[in-house]
């Protein structure tokens, strides 16, 4: 069983910036494929960004590339977001997830069904 906690979320104004953290424990950790998913209020959970069990191919939705950057630490078993140029519309819960696989792979998609855990989530409010 993997658990999955995050921080890191708050308010912010537009241009500003927050870095989520998300530490799990109970597996192997670079056999863990993680990634950030977000849902505002009334919409569907929608993926952000993916990174593989080795920190390579990270891979991003179009609305934050050049904005978010996802990144993990495997010695402290945190994966990271940085989220820079916020805006309003980024305005969610986020939440981290895992899926277990050989080699931390993750598939070329990120989609709510592919992941395994979830953590609790963190609030993020950007204000105009």
């Known amino acids: 069983q993997v658990q999955l906690v995050e921080s890191g979320g708050g308010s912010v104004q537009a241009g500003g910036s927050l870095r989520l953290s998300c530490v799990a424990s109970?597996?192997?950790?670079?056999?863990?494929?993680m990634g950030w998913f977000r849902q505002a209020p009334g919409k569907e959970r929608e993926g952000v960004a993916y990174?593989?069990?080795?920190?390579?191919?990270?891979d991003y939705v179009d609305s934050v590339k050049g904005r978010f950057t996802i990144f993990r630490d495997n010695a402290k078993n945190t994966v990271y977001l940085q989220m820079n140029s916020l805006k309003p519309e980024d305005t969610a819960m986020y939440y981290c997830?895992?899926?277990?696989?050989?080699?931390?792979?993750?598939?070329?998609?990120?989609?709510?069904?592919?992941?395994?855990?979830w953590g609790q989530g963190t609030q993020v409010t950007v204000s105009s």
């Open positions: 990174i593989n069990g080795g920190g390579g191919s990270p």
């Open positions: 109970g597996y192997t950790y670079s056999n863990l494929c």
């Open positions: 997830a895992a899926a277990v696989r050989s080699g931390g792979y993750c598939y070329p998609l990120i989609v709510p069904a592919a992941y395994d855990y």
